[in-house]
């Protein structure tokens, strides 16, 4: 074995790790870090924890996401790529969003997708959450939306945002174009959203 594997195993009976991992997702849960539960969650996948510890965490991810997301936009707040519990909320809409996709949640997918647009604070993901919406409006499945519009060949690990998928096969101007019926629908669906602001 050598020396920068991970024993698996050992570390499951390492009481010190037991004991930091306590006391990280108390943390989790007094600070409703939606960041701390994604550390915590690829640290209970690595260790491969039971299905029902990573449910638990995964069930906090998203509902705290939700509860973030419903409270800004009752104040008109945004998230901001730059910080990393914004990210992480943002990555956890996101994530709930593709799932509501690739389980044919037609609806419930465009509203995640258009609620994404409307509230990161980033250029590029926004127009990538409009080509999501659009691709879900104007009847793409998640398995044609992968193959034929999204180019996930070229992902930047080191990017924070690399878990969105915002590069396509075609540039994002032509496909918004290409999209611009659905680009308007869309945005009248948002109007509700912005009335308030």
Do not use: W
Not at 118 to 137: G, N, P, R, S, Y
Not at 143 to 162: G, Q, R
């Amino acid at each position: 074995m050598q020396e920068h594997d991970i024993d698996i195993e050992a570390l499951k009976k390492d009481e010190n790790f037991i004991a930091d991992m306590k006391k990280y997702e108390e943390e989790m849960y007094s600070e409703k870090s939606i960041a701390k539960g994604y550390q915590l969650l690829g640290t209970k996948l690595a260790i491969e924890a039971s299905e029902d510890e990573i449910n638990e965490i995964f069930t906090f991810i998203v509902g705290q996401a939700f509860d973030v997301l419903a409270e800004n936009l009752t104040i008109h707040k945004g998230f901001s790529m730059n910080d990393p519990e914004e990210l992480s909320t943002a990555r956890a809409i996101y994530e709930h969003g593709i799932q509501r996709y690739s389980e044919n949640d037609i609806k419930g997918a465009k509203e995640i997708f258009l609620v994404l647009h409307h509230t990161i604070e980033d250029d590029e993901l926004k127009d990538a959450m409009m080509i999501h919406a659009c691709a879900v409006m104007s009847g793409n499945s998640f398995d044609k939306f992968i193959e034929d519009l999204a180019d996930t060949d070229n992902i930047d690990e080191s990017d924070p945002t690399a878990f969105f998928i915002k590069e396509f096969k075609q540039p994002t101007d032509i496909l918004l174009t290409m999209f611009s019926k659905y680009v308007a629908l869309g945005k009248a669906d948002l109007k509700v959203l912005e009335a308030g602001k």
